[in-house]
C-alpha cells in the first residue's frame, strides 16, 4: 500500500506545532487521496472521533461499530487510523451497511469495502489509510455499521475510548460480511481503529469541527442518543445549511499540555492540525476547551496556571487555523462552581480567560456557552435544569442549550 505524506499544509502545521513520531501528526497511507476542502469542496466529514493510544489487543476478531452521520451524503468513504500505534495493523476486510438494530444489519444494504481495490491491507505504525468510494447513500442522523475484520495480533490499539455509542466484538473469524447479530457476543463503549466516514454532498456548506474536551465528547450522555452539543448542532444546520459536523472532543483533553492518563490525548495545540484542520471539507471550528487545564493547574513545564498561559494557548490555535485558511470560534468555558475542580483561584483564570475570548477579537466569532447554561441566581454554577448531576457537564438539555447557543450565521 502507498504511504504518501499529506498536504503540504499539514505538514507545515506539523513542524509548526513541533508534533513528531507517535504522539503527533502522520501522513496517510492512500487508496485515495485524503483530500483537503481546497481540492474538492464538495467532499465534507460526516463523523470523525479524535483518537489516541492505549486501546485493548485483538486477534482473529471482527469489531463492529456505529458511525452516526451528521449529513446526506453519497460515496462513502472510511477512514482507518493506526495512527497512534507501534506496530503494524492488518486488516482482513471491511464493511459497511446501514444499521436496523444494534448489530443487525438492514437486509440488503451491506457493502464491502476497498482500499485502491484491495480488500485486505496492512496500514503502517503511526499511519492512516481511506477508502476507496462505496457507492450508497447515508441520510443525515442515520446510522451505519463498519465492520473491521482483524486477523492477526494487534497491540495498543489506536481508539477512542469514550464513545457514548455501543461497538460489538465478534467469536473468531470474519463476520464482515455477516447481516444479523449471532455472531456478536460482547459490546464495548469505544471506537478502534475506525476514525473517519466523508461523504459527498451537492447541498454541503462545508465541515465544522467542534473541538474540545469531555463536554464536547458527550460526557454524561447516554450512550446512543446523540445528544452531544455536537450532534443537536448537526440537526440545527441539516434544516437551513447543510454542514458535516465534526465531533473532536476528548474527554479530560487540555489545550497546553499532554494528560498522563495517555487515551486523554495530548495537547489540543499538538493535535489541532490533524484532528481539526485535516477534516475533508473543514472550514469552521468551534472551540471549547480549558477547563482542564484550569482544574488540574496544568501550565506549561509542569508550572502553575495563569490567565496568559491559556490565552497564549489560544493564539496558537487561531494561528494554526489562520494558516490554514479555516474560520475559529471561540467558546466561553462553562461554570463549574460546585465541581472539585472549582476554587477561588481557579474561577479567576476561568472569568480572566472567557473575558478575553469574548472581548479580544481574535477569534472569527464567539459562542457565549457559559451564558447559556449558567444559573440566574449564582453565574459561577451551571443551572440545575442543565446539570448532569457533576456540576461540570451538561445533561440532554443542558448540550441542546449549548447548540442552540450558536449563531448559525458564524458558520460560513
Same mark, same amino acid.
Given at each position: 500500500?502507498?504511504?504518501?505524506?499529506?498536504?503540504?499544509?499539514?505538514?507545515?502545521?506539523?513542524?509548526?506545532?513541533?508534533?513528531?513520531?507517535?504522539?503527533?501528526?502522520?501522513?496517510?497511507?492512500?487508496?485515495?487521496?485524503?483530500?483537503?476542502?481546497?481540492?474538492?469542496?464538495?467532499?465534507?466529514?460526516?463523523?470523525?472521533?479524535?483518537?489516541?493510544?492505549?486501546?485493548?489487543? %485483538?486477534?482473529?476478531?471482527?469489531?463492529?461499530?456505529?458511525?452516526?452521520?451528521?449529513?446526506?451524503?453519497?460515496?462513502?468513504?472510511?477512514?482507518?487510523?493506526?495512527?497512534?500505534?507501534?506496530?503494524?495493523?492488518?486488516?482482513?476486510?471491511?464493511?459497511?451497511?446501514?444499521?436496523?438494530?444494534?448489530?443487525?444489519?438492514?437486509?440488503?444494504?451491506?457493502?464491502?469495502?476497498?482500499?485502491?481495490?484491495?480488500?485486505?491491507?496492512?496500514?503502517?505504525?503511526?499511519?492512516? !489509510?481511506?477508502?476507496? *468510494?462505496?457507492?450508497?447513500?447515508?441520510?443525515?442522523? $442515520?446510522?451505519?455499521?463498519?465492520?473491521?475484520?482483524?486477523?492477526?495480533?494487534?497491540?495498543?490499539?489506536?481508539?477512542?475510548?469514550?464513545? %457514548?455509542?455501543?461497538?460489538?466484538?465478534?467469536?473468531?473469524?470474519?463476520?464482515?460480511?455477516?447481516?444479523?447479530?449471532?455472531?456478536?457476543?460482547?459490546?464495548?463503549?469505544?471506537?478502534?481503529?475506525?476514525?473517519?466516514?466523508?461523504?459527498?454532498?451537492?447541498?454541503?456548506?462545508?465541515?465544522?469541527?467542534?473541538?474540545?474536551?469531555?463536554?464536547?465528547?458527550?460526557?454524561?450522555?447516554?450512550?446512543?442518543?446523540?445528544?452531544?452539543?455536537?450532534?443537536?448542532?448537526?440537526?440545527? !444546520?441539516?434544516?437551513?445549511?447543510?454542514?458535516?459536523?465534526?465531533?473532536?472532543?476528548?474527554?479530560?483533553?487540555?489545550?497546553?499540555?499532554?494528560? *498522563?492518563?495517555?487515551?486523554?490525548?495530548?495537547?489540543?495545540?499538538?493535535? %489541532?492540525?490533524?484532528?481539526?484542520?485535516?477534516?475533508?471539507?473543514?472550514?469552521?471550528?468551534?472551540?471549547?476547551?480549558?477547563?482542564?487545564?484550569?482544574?488540574?493547574?496544568?501550565?506549561?513545564?509542569?508550572?502553575?496556571?495563569?490567565?496568559?498561559?491559556?490565552?497564549?494557548?489560544?493564539?496558537? !490555535?487561531?494561528?494554526?487555523?489562520?494558516?490554514?485558511?479555516?474560520?475559529?470560534?471561540?467558546?466561553?468555558?462553562?461554570?463549574?462552581?460546585?465541581?472539585?475542580?472549582?476554587?477561588?483561584?481557579?474561577?479567576?483564570?476561568? $472569568?480572566?480567560?472567557?473575558?478575553?475570548?469574548?472581548?479580544?477579537?481574535?477569534?472569527?466569532?464567539?459562542?457565549?456557552?457559559?451564558?447559556?447554561?449558567?444559573?440566574?441566581?449564582?453565574?459561577?454554577?451551571?443551572? *440545575?435544569?442543565?446539570?448532569?448531576?457533576?456540576?461540570?457537564?451538561?445533561?440532554?438539555?443542558?448540550? $441542546?442549550?449549548?447548540?442552540?447557543?450558536?449563531?448559525?450565521?458564524?458558520?460560513?
Amino acid at each position: 500500500m502507498l504511504v504518501t505524506k499529506r498536504t503540504t499544509l499539514l505538514a507545515l502545521l506539523a513542524v509548526t506545532t513541533a508534533v513528531a513520531g507517535l504522539m503527533g501528526g502522520a501522513p496517510f497511507a492512500e487508496g485515495q487521496p485524503a483530500d483537503s476542502h481546497a481540492a474538492n469542496p464538495q467532499r465534507v466529514a460526516a463523523w470523525a472521533p479524535s483518537m489516541t493510544i492505549g486501546g485493548p489487543n %485483538f486477534n482473529d476478531q471482527t469489531i463492529r461499530m456505529v458511525a452516526h452521520s451528521s449529513i446526506d451524503g453519497t460515496a462513502l468513504r472510511i477512514h482507518l487510523s493506526n495512527l497512534r500505534s507501534t506496530i503494524p495493523l492488518t486488516v482482513g476486510a471491511v464493511s459497511i451497511a446501514a444499521q436496523a438494530d444494534r448489530a443487525t444489519a438492514v437486509a440488503g444494504s451491506q457493502r464491502a469495502v476497498t482500499f485502491s481495490h484491495r480488500k485486505s491491507v496492512t496500514i503502517a505504525a503511526g499511519a492512516e !489509510l481511506v477508502s476507496d *468510494p462505496v457507492p450508497m447513500s447515508v441520510k443525515a442522523d $442515520q446510522n451505519v455499521l463498519v465492520s473491521i475484520y482483524l486477523p492477526h495480533a494487534t497491540s495498543s490499539a489506536t481508539w477512542h475510548s469514550d464513545a %457514548f455509542d455501543t461497538s460489538y466484538l465478534s467469536t473468531p473469524g470474519d463476520h464482515t460480511a455477516d447481516t444479523a447479530d449471532g455472531n456478536y457476543i460482547a459490546a464495548t463503549t469505544s471506537w478502534y481503529y475506525l476514525s473517519g466516514l466523508d461523504v459527498t454532498s451537492p447541498d454541503a456548506h462545508g465541515t465544522v469541527v467542534a473541538f474540545g474536551d469531555s463536554i464536547t465528547d458527550g460526557y454524561n450522555t447516554p450512550a446512543g442518543a446523540y445528544h452531544r452539543w455536537p450532534d443537536d448542532l448537526a440537526r440545527r !444546520l441539516s434544516g437551513t445549511q447543510p454542514m458535516g459536523v465534526v465531533d473532536a472532543g476528548i474527554g479530560g483533553n487540555r489545550v497546553l499540555t499532554d494528560v *498522563p492518563n495517555i487515551w486523554q490525548g495530548i495537547s489540543a495545540t499538538k493535535r %489541532f492540525a490533524h484532528d481539526a484542520l485535516g477534516q475533508p471539507g473543514v472550514r469552521d471550528v468551534i472551540l471549547l476547551e480549558g477547563i482542564n487545564d484550569i482544574g488540574n493547574n496544568a501550565g506549561p513545564g509542569g508550572a502553575p496556571l495563569t490567565a496568559q498561559d491559556l490565552i497564549n494557548g489560544y493564539q496558537n !490555535l487561531i494561528q494554526q487555523a489562520h494558516a490554514a485558511g479555516v474560520r475559529i470560534i471561540g467558546g466561553t468555558m462553562l461554570p463549574d462552581k460546585g465541581a472539585g475542580y472549582y476554587s477561588d483561584s481557579a474561577e479567576a483564570i476561568r $472569568q480572566a480567560a472567557n473575558t478575553w475570548i469574548r472581548t479580544s477579537g481574535a477569534f472569527d466569532g464567539v459562542v457565549d456557552f457559559e451564558k447559556a447554561v449558567a444559573d440566574p441566581a449564582d453565574p459561577a454554577a451551571l443551572n *440545575p435544569a442543565f446539570d448532569s448531576g457533576d456540576h461540570l457537564h451538561p445533561n440532554e438539555a443542558g448540550m $441542546q442549550a449549548l447548540a442552540n447557543a450558536v449563531d448559525l450565521s458564524l458558520l460560513k
